[in-house]
């Protein structure tokens, strides 16, 4: 079955990309999820708009993927979370949430669905972050988890 990635899927592409997939995984898991759609050809001109609507949010090339990265490492990251006694959030931390604390740390505008977390962040303290700015460079920094 030929389709048309809409968002990104690990190990298999990016929005705009036309891949091949089992007729089941694309039937039964990308349709319904709305992480593609069906490939025809008016479908192949929409392709153009989401590869320049990519373009204008991605990293532009390996130079600014390490400018970025260097931002990012150099970068003390804080997030205040409503948290009981002995540290425990009332919750976890969410992606979205650790990307307004980059931006709120005077960090770039980040993907959250690049994000690399460690499991569930339920407990205050400090946490290695990763994050997969182009496919050479990944940047990592440390997000300290306060109570607040």
Do not use: C
Not at 30 to 40: E, H, K, R, S, V
Not at 94 to 116: F, M
């Amino acid at each position: 079955m030929k389709i048309i990635l809409t968002q990104e899927v690990s190990g298999l592409g990016a929005p705009g990309d036309i891949v091949e997939v089992k007729d089941g995984f694309g039937r039964n898991y990308l349709l319904p999820q709305g992480f593609a759609i069906a490939w025809t050809k008016g479908a192949e001109k929409q392709v153009t708009v989401i590869k320049r609507a990519r373009s204008a949010r991605e990293i532009r090339d390996l130079d600014h993927a390490n400018e970025v990265k260097g931002q990012l490492e150099g970068l003390k990251v804080n997030l205040k979370a409503r948290a009981g006694d002995g540290g425990r959030l009332f919750g976890s931390v969410t992606s979205a949430e650790i990307v307004d604390a980059v931006k709120g740390a005077g960090g770039p505008v980040l993907d959250r669905r690049r994000l690399e977390v460690p499991g569930h962040i339920k407990s205050t303290g400090t946490y290695p972050v990763k994050i997969k700015l182009h496919p050479d460079v990944t940047a990592s920094f440390n997000l300290n988890v306060v109570q607040g």
